[in-house]
């Protein structure tokens, strides 16, 4: 299932996009040549963001991989991103054959690399809508066509929130998106912050919101607050390197300025 939406399909190539600039950071190469000079901009600042979107992704990978063997069945990611394999169905599908993803991203050059997202395991299914996390209800609207609502969801929002400005109330869009899931879902969420370094990160805010990105970076406190109301799984909220690294081979340097979490509904 695909949703171009009304004309939103068409690629804007005079600015950059956040998606593209982290296809360039995992060095792809479906971005253009402003993604790529917002990107280096980024890269001359904080030269280490390459390391960084590895380690989300590795994190992603991880993070997925425990909730698949937990017996979640479902998963809703939103903030796609483009398709870099393996992609969150290829791992849980290699761990539960009939897992069903569901993808959301709001960057056209996602939806002409859509075929990529929906080659599932054949006992299982993936499906893509077109939309941003702002539009929480044609999200979850579509996402009914392919997951049980009454059944556990996983929601992933790895490495979007940070590109959601507080004037977009980030904790009311996650709010939201959990209220109609079961009880037993789980929200799994990484975030940039500034703790370390806030000079540097003003600095990158700057670049991403000068292309058009409402990024802002957040404290550890700010980011735990998005867990409200729900049950971390241990180690609770910690840098990504220190999660589960155990859960794969891979998992970035301490140095990595990356919160992430996940936790279930009760």
Same mark, same amino acid.
């Given at each position: 299932?695909?949703?171009?939406?009304?004309?939103?399909?068409?690629?804007?190539?005079?600015?950059?996009?956040?998606?593209?600039? /982290?296809?360039?950071?995992?060095?792809?190469?479906?971005?253009?040549?402003?993604?790529?000079?917002?990107?280096?901009?980024?890269?001359?600042?904080?030269?280490?963001?390459?390391?960084?979107?590895?380690?989300?992704?590795?994190?992603?990978?991880?993070?997925?991989?425990?909730?698949?063997?937990? *017996?979640?069945?479902?998963? #809703?990611?939103?903030?796609?991103?483009?398709?870099? $394999?393996?992609? #969150?169905?290829?791992?849980?599908?290699?761990? !539960? &054959?009939?897992?069903? +993803?569901? /993808?959301?991203?709001?960057?056209?050059?996602?939806?002409?690399?859509?075929?990529?997202?929906?080659? @599932?395991?054949? =006992?299982?299914?993936?499906?893509?809508?077109?939309?941003?996390?702002?539009?929480?209800?044609?999200?979850?609207?579509?996402?009914?066509?392919?997951?049980?609502?009454? $059944? &556990?969801? %996983?929601?992933?929002?790895?490495?979007?929130?940070?590109? +959601?400005?507080? =004037?977009?109330?980030?904790?009311?869009?996650?709010?939201?998106?959990? $209220?109609?899931? %079961?009880?037993? @879902? /789980?929200?799994?969420?990484?975030?940039?912050?500034?703790?370390?370094?806030? =000079?540097?990160?003003?600095?990158?805010?700057?670049? /991403?919101?000068?292309? *058009?990105?409402?990024?802002? !970076?957040?404290?550890? *406190?700010?980011?735990?607050?998005?867990?409200?109301?729900?049950?971390? !799984?241990?180690?609770?909220? +910690?840098?990504? %390197?220190?999660?589960?690294?155990?859960?794969?081979?891979?998992?970035?340097? $301490?140095?990595?300025? #990356?919160?992430?979490?996940? %936790?279930?509904? &009760?």
């Amino acid at each position: 299932m695909t949703d171009a939406g009304s004309g939103t399909d068409r690629i804007d190539t005079s600015k950059p996009h956040s998606a593209r600039m /982290y296809d360039y950071f995992l060095g792809g190469k479906d971005n253009y040549p402003v993604d790529s000079a917002a990107a280096e901009q980024v890269i001359s600042l904080f030269p280490a963001v390459r390391d960084m979107a590895r380690t989300n992704r590795w994190f992603m990978h991880r993070a997925s991989r425990l909730l698949a063997e937990r *017996g979640v069945r479902q998963f #809703l990611d939103i903030g796609t991103g483009i398709p870099t $394999e393996p992609n #969150l169905h290829q791992i849980v599908q290699g761990i !539960v &054959p009939d897992a069903r +993803v569901v /993808y959301a991203d709001h960057d056209p050059i996602v939806l002409r690399h859509a075929e990529a997202l929906l080659h @599932s395991a054949p =006992e299982g299914k993936t499906a893509y809508v077109q939309g941003d996390v702002r539009e929480s209800g044609k999200i979850l609207a579509t996402a009914r066509e392919t997951l049980d609502f009454t $059944e &556990p969801i %996983a929601l992933s929002l790895v490495a979007l929130l940070h590109l +959601v400005a507080d =004037e977009d109330e980030p904790g009311r869009i996650v709010r939201e998106l959990l $209220e109609p899931l %079961a009880p037993g @879902s /789980y929200l799994t969420l990484s975030h940039a912050t500034g703790d370390f370094d806030p =000079e540097t990160w003003e600095r990158v805010v700057e670049v /991403y919101r000068k292309g *058009g990105t409402p990024a802002q !970076v957040r404290s550890r *406190g700010e980011f735990s607050g998005f867990f409200t109301g729900l049950e971390l !799984v241990d180690p609770g909220v +910690v840098l990504a %390197a220190q999660w589960h690294p155990e859960l794969g081979d891979r998992h970035g340097g $301490e140095e990595i300025p #990356l919160y992430v979490g996940v %936790a279930r509904k &009760p």
